[in-house]
Each structure stands twice: as structure tokens, then as C-alpha cells.
């Protein structure tokens, strides 16, 4: 079975640029999450998707930062102007949903999109 | 206070150790906990999850402390390829009722040495 797709796996761009981050989850899971990964911070959550309406935005660090799923099987994160400091490793991962109120079940993440903005 | 803290190591063991590794959360209404695996420049990925009575999968011992907010993991008899970082991580059941929103500890490297 073919596990969760981020493309692209490598993106370097200029600052002031727009960067669009791919991801396709894994069929039939209900949520979708975007993390961003650097040393300093470790692996944040950006926005969570459960059955594409966004559920929780209040990791994005500004308005610079936009996401989209448009349907079940494809999401955007977009960077729009792009700044050296948005230079980090982004995740997209997908889960079932949970049996019960209040827990969560495993995710599983793509190989990520390493971001460089010089 | 983070929301999940860990030792972040790193921890250097030889082959065939044993070593523990722990961590704490501050959500006291949590309800799932996992253990995940990151390889170098790697996506994490799922070791084991984790049940209040604890858990084993082969080498790998799981245990939760609800009282104390504490959860460990053992790895017996170390391999050469457990050498990674070890991420702990807690579900944040938010303002809303849906407790999706995972917490990841910033992670315990680990690395086993011949």
C-alpha cells in the first residue's frame, strides 16, 4: 500500500518567494496534519484536517503561511512571501479516526519536504 | 512548560545493552500515548503505542504512569540498528471535543555502538 506522498522531497527557493507544498494521505484516513521539523523547536504542528475542513490552525505562524484540502486525497501548504527562517523540514501525516472522544490514533508521515529559503 | 519533555541524550550504549529512556507530559486529560522513531533525515515512524497496563513488542517495553504523567520505554539486548531518536508523544485533548492534536517530545537520541 502506498504510504502518505509529499512532494517535492527538496525545494530551495529565494527569499520572497512562493513556496507549495504537496501531500497526498493515506486512502480512506479521515484527518491530515502538517508539521514543520527544525533543530531548535523539534516537530510543531502547523493545521490539522478532518475530513478536509480545517480543524485547528493555530500552529501557523503567520499570515504568510496558508493551507487547503480541497478533497480527500490532496493538500497544499503554501508560503507566500517565503523568509530564511521558514528553512525547515515539513511533514504531512494522515490518521483513522478515533474510536473514542478525546484520543487519538496513530499517524503516519511522509518523507517530508526540505525547505530551504535562502 | 512543554507539553511533553524529554532527556534528548545523547545516549551511547554498547551492543546488547539495555537502556531506558523517559519521558513526562502535562496534560493530565491525555489519553493516547506512542512511542515514534526517527531515523536520520528521516519521517518519524510509529514504534509501539502505548497501554495503561504497559506493553511489549519483542525488545521494546512500554509503560505508563497516569498519576505521575510519565511514560518509559525499555529496549533490551540493543542492536547496532536501534541507533536513532526516540520521540515520545501525547494526544492534547484541546478546547474542542477532539483530542486528534498530537504533542511530539523533541526526542532522546540513542546510539548503539559495537
Known amino acids: 500500500d502506498a504510504g502518505v506522498i509529499q512532494s517535492p522531497r527538496h525545494e530551495v527557493t529565494e527569499m520572497g518567494q512562493e513556496v507549495t507544498l504537496r501531500c497526498k494521505p493515506i486512502s480512506g484516513h479521515d484527518y491530515l496534519f502538517w508539521y514543520r521539523q527544525t533543530m531548535m523547536r523539534g516537530l510543531e504542528l502547523l493545521i490539522y484536517f478532518n475530513n478536509n475542513v480545517p480543524i485547528d490552525d493555530s500552529g501557523m505562524p503567520e499570515d504568510r503561511f496558508s493551507a487547503k484540502m480541497p478533497n480527500a486525497s490532496f493538500s497544499t501548504l503554501k508560503i507566500q512571501p517565503s523568509e530564511p527562517r521558514d528553512s525547515a523540514v515539513y511533514f504531512c501525516a494522515s490518521s483513522l479516526a478515533s474510536r473514542w472522544t478525546g484520543s487519538a490514533r496513530e499517524q503516519y508521515f511522509g518523507p517530508g519536504t526540505r525547505l530551504t529559503v535562502t | 512548560r512543554k507539553e511533553v519533555e524529554q532527556d534528548p541524550g545523547p545516549f551511547n550504549v554498547p551492543e546488547g545493552a539495555t537502556v531506558a529512556f523517559n519521558c513526562t507530559y502535562s496534560?493530565?486529560?491525555?489519553?493516547?500515548f506512542f512511542w515514534y522513531r526517527q531515523d536520520c533525515r528521516k519521517e518519524p515512524k510509529l514504534l509501539m503505542s502505548?497501554?495503561?497496563s504497559g506493553n511489549e513488542d519483542g525488545r521494546f517495553t512500554a509503560q505508563l504512569n497516569r498519576a505521575s504523567q510519565y511514560i518509559s520505554l525499555l529496549i533490551r539486548d540493543s542492536k547496532l540498528s536501534d541507533s536513532a531518536t526516540y520521540l515520545c508523544?501525547?494526544?492534547?485533548?484541546?478546547?474542542?471535543?477532539?483530542?486528534?492534536?498530537?504533542?511530539f517530545g523533541k526526542g532522546t537520541s540513542l546510539l548503539v555502538t559495537p
Open positions: 508523544v501525547v494526544n492534547s485533548p484541546p478546547h474542542s471535543n477532539s483530542g486528534y492534536a498530537l504533542n
Open positions: 496534560n493530565s486529560a491525555s489519553q493516547s
Open positions: 502505548v497501554y495503561s
